[in-house]
């Protein structure tokens, strides 16, 4: 059973040596690619040993991240992504009559079988319905990958579905003085990356009002009236529309616009009160942080309370008796509000493949919920 949100982020990367470019890389998961990467070049401590400064094959420190695999909907799944990514010799997702042949037990990783594997992947039946977009940061890749990917699509006759951004160097924030000249220009773009719940506030704080309303709200899809305490409910995130759903009619809905897919969970769909195409991962995963993320609510509330206390110092208007009131450092005084519950449903589909790369995680084992939590994980991706 799933006792967390959706996270704010997780990704699978692609690591390349600056050194070995050509000879070394390496594919890995991790929550933070910022603080990944500063492990890996050993800045920070806990990189992989095959990523280390000398390991018996000469130096490959500094490493860059030259793409991403984000979108995940859950630690689980991003390891299970990895996992066939880095066997791609082994795993089932990928058709035995196209991958790249190798007799070796474990074929080192190169520039070309990495970017192929990735893409048949991405096109197998069990990730193509996931809310994956693949990040480039190195335009030398990109350029790689649009030539494998018009191949695989010439041989496999068809387009692979999957949302590309290529992130320009220029104009992204510089490095820190720290790190400047230690890390590879390409890292840059690393900085702009969201990974924490931050963009997921406002949308939480929006549902919080509408659904804790004296008067309840009915579903835009079935037209009923919506007990939040009883039912599973998604909020459109666009800010001035009020439209509220039940969970299984918007399902219902956004299937119902794309038809041909024969999905049992959607990806996107029609807000159907504003129109706004909206992303099913972006609406679950407000709904498990509301439903299951006690812990999560409590650091975003903290973040916003210190930043009210900054600017109200700044502004020197902060008295007495409230500075001491609103004292971040006052963990006890900041309280989550109660969370909406909703009735249970089936458990996670994926099953954690264990890898014998040390991948970024943690490692803790999960730990009761102090709230009711409810598995939703199945919601955000197909079983």
Known sequence: MMDKPIPAFYCCYLLRSTVQPKASLYIGSTPNPVRRIKQHNGITKGGAWRTASENGNGTKRPWEMCLLVTGFPSKIAALQFEWAWQHAHKTRHIAAEVKSPSKQRRPAVTLPKGLK????????????????????FDEGVHGRWRVFDKQIEKTLGKPLDTRIVVHSIAGQPSLPPKLQGQLPESARGLYALNVAYEDVKAHYEKSLDLLNRDRPPHCEVCRTRINPKESMVLVCPQGKCESVSHLVCLSKRFLAENPETNALIPKSG???LCQTKLEWRTLVQELTLRERGEKEIIQLLKKKRKRVVEEMEADDVLDEGLDGELDSGNEEAVEAPEPFVAGSMLGDSYVLISSDDDSEGDPSPLKPAALKRHNLGHLSHPP
Do not use: D, G, M
Request: with cysteine; hydrophobic share 45%.
């Open 270 to 272: 029609k807000c159907p």
């Open 117 to 136: 594997h990735l893409n048949l992947l991405l096109r197998a039946q069990s990730f193509s319905r996931w809310p994956l977009t693949l990040e480039f």
